[in-house]
């Protein structure tokens, strides 16, 4: 079956504009998180859903940042204002989202791949 | 709060000798323990983790990981290395009461010598 999958692969962006990212999660998984790598400071935790609620937004950056999921499927990330420091790669990955979601397998996609020029 | 830490960014072994990643927590709670691997320009792939039970755990590619809770360790271990395990590796431990996010180490590059 399919996994998770992302786009774009690739974007390059000029500093001030803004730029969504969509992230398509394996069918059926309840739960949804987003993760920045960087060379500075490594993987990160963004935010998290379940279902269409974000529970967990606490890794967010600044207010510049946003994400929303539609229909318990896609998710899309929002940067506003884009700046240097946020070119990164950003991973998308989706769980089964059990009660005891701590012990699920995350399954991640091939990440989009943004610079900020 | 937790963390993870890996000893090492960098580690080189040749074809056939031992591999050994290293990776220690922090946690308050019963820890959740996870190894991913990346390779060049693709997503995380889980290769184990540990939740609760048997302290050895077997994972895919012949790898394998023992969680030492004395140790606060979760060291990651290969008999014979293969150039195709060339990657970057990355322990990682989840937050039991934040749906379960990953909180990562900062990595570690295994390159395998001919």
């Known amino acids: 079956g399919a996994g998770v999958s992302q786009s774009p692969s690739n974007k390059v962006t000029e500093k001030g504009k803004d730029v969504e990212l969509r992230c398509d999660p394996i069918?059926?998984?309840?739960?949804l998180y987003w993760y920045r790598q960087s060379l500075g400071q490594g993987l990160e935790f963004l935010i998290y859903?379940?279902?269409?609620?974000?529970?967990?937004k606490s890794g967010l950056p600044s207010d510049r940042f946003s994400a929303e999921r539609t229909g318990g499927s896609v998710s899309t990330l929002t940067i506003q204002r884009t700046q240097q420091e946020d070119s990164a790669v950003y991973l998308c990955?989706?769980?089964?989202?059990?009660?005891?979601?701590?012990?699920?397998?995350?399954?991640f996609g091939p990440g989009t791949r943004l610079t900020v020029l | 709060a937790q963390s993870v830490t890996q000893l090492g960014s960098h580690v080189s072994v040749s074809e056939g000798a031992l591999v050994l990643l290293r990776c220690n927590y922090s946690s308050s709670v019963p820890p959740y323990l996870f190894w991913y691997v990346q390779y060049p320009n693709q997503g995380l792939q889980l290769l184990l983790k540990y939740t609760t039970g048997a302290t050895l755990v077997k994972g895919i590619n012949g790898f394998e990981a023992e969680f030492k809770k004395s140790e606060t360790s979760f060291h990651l271990t290969k008999p014979s290395a293969h150039m195709s395990d060339a990657a970057e590796y990355f322990c990682a431990v989840s937050d039991h009461n934040q749906g379960g996010k990953l909180i990562f180490g900062q990595g570690t590059e295994l390159s395998v010598k001919p």
């Open positions: 859903f379940q279902g269409n609620s974000a529970p967990d």
């Open positions: 069918s059926g998984h309840t739960a």
């Open positions: 990955a989706s769980s089964w989202g059990r009660a005891s979601g701590a012990t699920d397998t995350q399954y």
